[in-house]
């Protein structure tokens, strides 16, 4: 892509308003533009980003054997009513229309659980597993983490149906190992810990994958012998003590939730009789399980593991592009037989030939400019080529993580950026 | 995909309170659930659908230069009430945070008027063009038309912006034609006709795009000289002559509209103070243009369009699936040396290998269900195995458009799939 034909604009200043880093970058890297408290448009830049979050999670969805649907967001009051959940949901926001009175959804086990009733009525037709990526409401009173914790916001929400509790236990251990794999490759496996939680009435614990950052609302205490952690609701309950392999110190450190796991056991199929027929012929509920990853906050808590002084530092799974391509006039508009503009455009279309994302920075402002946007924006590769460079027949390349700036032939040039990529030619 | 790996449901019957055909076809076909009056779920088949509407709509829009991104459902009630639609707007969902009131965005003129200021500011830095698919929400009193009319529904809108009249006019005629390419590419192209609309007090007309169907709610006059239409609307001021060729029989057919492009001028950029600095510094208001297209509608409307009393016929572009592959076992589980179901595996993987997308009926049901079952969900063409045709070493083919059923050697059955297709090999 080309500068001068993307909608990108940056900011050396961040909004007055946004406290959170993640708003601050991802504002200033002109990825977002806050509508409201909590309520972000995601722009061009920010698009291809959270594409690549939505498809990396899609990939693992599907390899655990999800199939992807749509639920709506408007939702009646009788099935909220059924759960009990319109009085007790505090976050519900809520709306009429005539006589008829509609929930916005902020989950949809009230949805799927009825749903699901179409394709289940015997132990045959189990285990069943759906999942969407579809756009949430809360209401929120503290809306002020930015991308970490909004009133609307995409969640990947992942029902499963099971006919015994072998078999939702033995899925859930599936899941686990699928979302450890969604955050290695969103960049953020290493600070993310899975944490036990309380599993409400139903059963022992629950999961929460959370993430360390100093932007975190949550506090977890990290057992570094297993590398488990557990939240701050039950950390009381077990006296302190590791609940994996029982060690008794733990560290606290604050981290913020980016996914979370769930066994619902008959929760939500009692309600609506959602049952099946045994070998036997006997009538039992459904268990469930549900797995959500909200998108948004995925974003904002990718950039505050990711970022320096200067900007954002994408891992190469999820950058916008992998490539800033810059260009540096010389004196003379000539070296050799080849400007400068000549070259970046031979070498913007060999790396697009070969997959490569990039973003030729083609636009008429300061080589300054330019550098400091593309440390901005967090572009993973820096390529630049001058007349110096072009002497030696070679471009200038630096990795947004590295001090390091390495002249690399023209040559070889595709093959050592797919090299840092990490993929084959 | 092997229908027992697969969510999906079928119906001898529509729901009692489906009135219109294309939600009676989607329902029993497994595409769509009803959750209330104009809200589906798009089932994981309908899913398939839907996504394959998108990308044909989202080419298009790319190759005229639009750039994607996401805006929020939530709107703050200033922005409509800049634009005096908080009160003139009927079927805007309203609702309350607090002391904070929002409307559930039926459109984005009042989000993106405003987002657009970050873009411009000098005549340099126009034209822009920006698009996304979103979930829209109107208040609708006739929902009862199936798909064709939602409470909910996914929309394109896409948004253009201009520095005067001639960049939008030739933009507006740009996008005309790009519309006519993605009804064509729909299966609908044959029977969508361009028709004039009323243009509001800023343009002298706007256009609908009408496809000709007994659903339809609207009724379009149609010159038969010129192809093209005029609505309701504006029909009496025309004195019932063809505003394109002045031509007077114009003949009536209902219609639904599937997309409509409207010159919007500056009736939001005038409320947001969306100027620019023209060559000589002058600020003048920005020219805005919108075009939108219902996603569901369009899904309905291929229903509507593409079907017989067996079910949908999907136009191949748009199909959940191309193949439907099903084995008739003979009296004996063996011919020759490989089984009936053998043979069916060995056919799904070489067309799945050629990137031909399969749905294997492997289910334990008559032969008869699985036909019945194909003709309803509509999958182009139809591949029967059977130990009588496996002694000619071949396959029946058969479209589901038309009556002849072909014996196709399995040796050549890649290319003739393929040519059926319209692809090569």
């Known amino acids: 892509m080309k500068r001068s034909h993307f909608y990108l604009k940056t ?21 977002v ?24 999670i899609r990939e693992e969805m599907i390899a655990v054997g999800g199939s992807e649907l749509l639920m709506p967001s408007l939702h009646p009051k009788e099935n909220w009513e059924k759960t009990g959940r319109w ?77 015994d509790e072998k078999g939702l236990d033995d899925y859930y251990e599936k899941m686990k190992k699928a979302y450890a794999r969604v955050f290695e490759r969103l960049g953020i496996g ?18 929460e994958f959370q993430t360390l950052t100093e932007a975190g609302e949550d506090v ?18 077990l006296r302190k003590s590791c609940p994996e392999c029982g060690q008794r110190i ?64 994408w891992p190469e799974n999820v950058a916008p592009f992998q490539v800033a391509l810059i260009g540096i006039q010389g004196p003379s508009a000539e070296t050799g037989s080849k400007s400068v503009s000549l070259w970046c455009e031979k070498i913007y279309k060999q790396l697009k030939d070969k997959g490569i994302e990039v973003l030729y920075d083609d636009r008429d402002v300061s080589v300054g400019e330019k550098f400091v946007d593309a440390d901005l924006v967090g572009i993973p590769i820096r390529i630049v080529i001058s007349p110096k460079t072009l002497e030696k027949k070679s471009v200038e390349v630096k990795e947004r993580n590295k001090n390091e700036i390495r002249l690399v032939q023209v040559s070889v040039l595709n093959e050592k950026i797919l090299k840092i990529l990490g993929r084959n030619g």
């Not at 533009?33 to 990396?56: F, Q, R």
């Not at 290493?190 to 999961?207: D, I, N, P, R, V």
């Open 11 to 31: 900011y050396p200043e961040a909004p007055k308003d946004e406290i959170s880093v993640n708003a601050k970058l991802l504002s200033r890297g002109g990825f």
């Open 190 to 207: 290493e600070k993310t810990y899975l944490t036990y939680a309380s599993g409400g009435s139903f059963s022992k614990y629950s999961h």
């Open 87 to 163: 009085k007790s949901l505090e976050d519900l926001y809520k709306l009429k229309e005539g006589d008829k009175d509609f929930a916005l959804g902020p989950t949809h086990e009230e949805i799927i659980s009825p749903l699901a009733k179409r394709y289940v009525s015997s132990y045959r037709d189990l285990p069943i597993y759906l999942f969407q990526f579809q756009n949430k409401f809360r209401k929120e009173l503290r809306a002020k983490s930015g991308l970490l914790r909004g009133r609307e916001f995409i969640m990947k929400d992942f029902y499963s149906f099971h006919r």
């Open 250 to 313: 733990l560290r606290a450190e604050k981290a913020v939730e980016v996914g979370n796991i769930f066994k619902l056991m008959t929760k939500y199929s009692d309600p609506f009789n959602l049952h099946f027929a045994d070998e036997n012929g006997k009538q039992k509920p459904v268990l469930m399980g549900c797995y959500g990853i909200g998108l948004q906050r995925a974003l904002g808590t990718i950039v505050e593991v990711h970022h320096d002084g200067s900007g954002i530092i």
């Open 33 to 56: 533009d806050k509508l409201s408290a909590g309520i972000y448009t995601i722009l061009p830049l920010g698009w291809l980003v959270l594409k690549k979050i939505e498809n990396i």
């Open 220 to 237: 977890i205490y990290i057992c570094d012998k297993c590398s488990s952690a557990v939240n701050k609701e039950i950390i009381e309950d």
